[in-house]
């Protein structure tokens, strides 16, 4: 009798992953990148519709950075490019030649000769003898569209594996089988976390990485073509090499972070004088910041950590608030003297930095203020947290009556980390 339950329940199984399996690729196949290609349209048109109004001020490389486009205004003869790179036949230029001068809109998949790939492009009627040319590459429905059909595979395959084995399980008892239920959902919430934040820090980095690889890029390719002046070779060598040290600053903290978080730093324990240390890094942060006032701490308090993480930790708290100190160019520092440790705190006025802020000031590449002008990544508390969490360090943030209050400690004695 339990061979014939465990027997139409593991069919039963396969038939539902059969279904499930057979239900995903159909979908995928005849409706998923139907629906995305309409989707795109759309947005390219709508793209279009702004571009060319005359009573919106559009800025092209926000809709590109946002909708992940290309956008370009090209005269008619332009069009000739795409059947001398091969990439259209001339009846196809001449067509879409055709229908611009008739005022008329045009989409057309174009297998590029470059990194873009088979993209899709929007030619839209735009001034006399030109059009506005809207471009996407469709790679990535594709890339897209074989993640989501991996996963679910993948998925079903789980699936079906642990149904395989509940079904010679069930003489365990049904007790066991809801265990096991509410194992696999929290299985699947965590891979769900985890793949929302593995996306939300691809997003970030590649945003972070985009504008200044764009900026090497453009100033390269001006020296490349040798179109600027002595003068201006000079300054695109140096804005070169600036782009480049903000990238490999950046490069560096996601390493840190990397390490951090894999559980790879190795902290090296000794004593030494948090104050003397406080007072070598304000001496060289105070150069950029040379109309602040700081109150420092007086005397001497030794603690015991690894000095160099610290020095770390000191630098980004300091250099926080000497940025977010915008209404009053004052900031104290002060170290306070507990019963085992020592609390060392930074106090600045802020009107930036708001309650709401403070649940995601840890957070990697959150910033208190939303300008992304403003220098740095937003890596840096996220930094002193994993610091301080490797010492087992006790540290918070408050704030009250625009006065923000961030403090850690540190131990009088030394114990193993």
Same mark, same amino acid.
């Given at each position: ?53 005359? #009573? ?11 909708? &992940? ?10 069009? #000739? ?25 045009? !989409?057309? &998949?174009? &297998? ?15 001034? =006399? ?19 989501? $059909? ?7 395959? *789980? ?20 265990? $096991? ?7 699947? +919430? ?5 793949? $929302?934040? /593995? ?26 073509? #040798? ?27 996601? *390493? ?14 000794? /004593? !030494? ?21 700081? %109150? ?15 020095? /770390?930790?000191?630098? #980004?708290?300091?250099?926080?608030? !000497?940025?977010?100190? +915008? ?39 959150? =910033?208190?203020?939303?300008? =992304? ?28 009556? %625009?006065?923000? =209050? ?7 004695? $030394?114990?193993?980390?």
């Amino acid at each position: 009798m339990k061979m014939k339950i465990k027997g139409k329940v593991i069919l039963l199984i396969f038939l539902v992953v059969f279904i499930m399996i057979s239900g995903l690729l159909v979908t995928n196949k005849f409706f998923l990148e139907k629906f995305y290609l309409e989707n795109k349209e759309d947005t390219l048109l709508e793209i279009g519709a702004k571009v060319v109004d005359p #009573n919106t001020t559009i800025d092209f490389q926000q809709l590109e950075r946002e909708y &992940n486009v290309l956008i370009s205004i090209e005269k008619f003869q332009n069009l #000739n490019s795409f059947s001398s790179e091969g990439s259209l036949t001339k009846e196809q230029v001449e067509h879409i030649r055709e229908v611009l001068e008739s005022g008329n809109k045009i !989409f057309m &998949n174009i &297998n590029m000769k470059d990194y873009r790939g088979e993209s899709i492009y929007l030619f839209y009627p735009y001034l =006399r003898g030109k059009y506005i040319e809207i471009s996407t590459p469709l790679s990535f429905i594709q890339e897209g569209m074989k993640i989501s $059909t991996e996963y679910h595979l993948k998925l079903l395959a *789980l699936t079906l594996v642990l149904g395989i084995f509940l079904a010679f399980s069930l003489e365990r008892g049904i007790e066991e089988l809801n265990e $096991t239920n509410e194992r696999l959902k929290e299985e699947i +919430e965590r891979e769900r976390q985890i793949e $929302t934040l /593995r996306k939300e820090f691809i997003a970030n980095v590649s945003h972070e990485l985009k504008t200044p690889i764009a900026i090497i890029q453009g100033y390269a390719q001006g020296l490349f073509e #040798n179109i600027a002046s002595d003068e201006d070779k000079e300054f695109y060598a140096e804005t070169i090499i600036e782009e480049s040290k903000k990238m490999d600053g950046l490069v560096r903290e996601l *390493l840190l972070i990397s390490h951090i978080e894999s559980g790879q730093l190795k902290l090296t324990t000794e /004593r !030494f004088d948090i104050i003397l240390l406080i007072e070598e890094i304000v001496e060289r942060i105070i150069v950029k910041y040379h109309d602040f006032k700081v %109150e420092l701490p007086s005397g001497d308090a030794y603690v015991y950590g690894d000095e160099t993480y610290i020095s /770390r930790v000191l630098q #980004n708290l300091i250099e926080n608030a !000497f940025k977010y100190s +915008e209404e009053s160019k004052s900031i104290k520092i002060g170290v306070e003297e507990k019963s085992d440790v020592y609390q060392i705190y930074i106090e600045n006025r802020t009107t930036q930095v708001k309650k709401e802020d403070l649940k995601n000031i840890w957070t990697p590449f959150y =910033r208190m203020n939303k300008n =992304r002008n403003r220098e740095g990544h937003g890596l840096g508390l996220a930094i002193v947290k994993g610091i301080l969490q490797q010492h087992k360090s006790k540290f918070g943030v408050d704030i009250a009556k %625009e006065k923000l =209050r961030i403090w850690f400690e540190l131990p009088k004695k $030394t114990f193993f980390y």
